[in-house]
Every structure is written in structure tokens, then in C-alpha cells.
């Protein structure tokens, strides 16, 4: 029994709490902003800066400049405030 307990916690051992995806990939094309982006992601009734926050936040970028082919998490939609 202790030996069935110990194979049990081993094959567990460094697997680490699962995660759970954080959203969507979105490829960035030539005159993307991160706000027209997020605008798009939301919709017109949707407020974008949550998204804009999530977007600087989740990619790590430093500053404003967005390069085509670029590949940026988004939030998934259920994420993004849209409607609100």
C-alpha cells in the first residue's frame, strides 16, 4: 500500500499546477495598433482598455510598436469585457 502511495505521488512529482490557456493568438498585421486591436476585440459597446492592459501586460511589450507577423495573446472573448 505505502509503495502504491509513493509510485502515485512520483509520477506527479514536477508536474506543477496545470494552466490554463490565458486566451487567443492573434497575428498582427501591417497598421495594427494594440489600440485598434483591442477596439476590435470588444466591439463598439466594449470599453478596450482592459484589453489594451491585458495585451501590453500578457506580451510583455515595452512600448507602442507592433510589427506584422507578430504573434500577441488576447484575451479570450468570455475575457474581454465585450458588451460591457
Known amino acids: 500500500m505505502v509503495a502504491l502511495v509513493v509510485a502515485l505521488l512520483s509520477s506527479r512529482a514536477g508536474a506543477g499546477p496545470a494552466r490554463r490557456p490565458v486566451g487567443r493568438t492573434y497575428v498582427v498585421q501591417a497598421g ?22 491585458f495585451v501590453i501586460r500578457e506580451n510583455g511589450l515595452k512600448d507602442a510598436a507592433l510589427f506584422p507577423g507578430e504573434r500577441l495573446v488576447l484575451p479570450s472573448p468570455h475575457e474581454n469585457g465585450a458588451g460591457s
Not at 495594427?32 to 489594451?52: E, F, K
Open 32 to 53: 495594427d495598433t494594440v489600440w485598434g486591436i483591442a477596439r476590435r476585440s470588444v466591439g463598439v459597446t466594449g470599453d478596450p482598455r482592459p484589453v489594451v492592459d
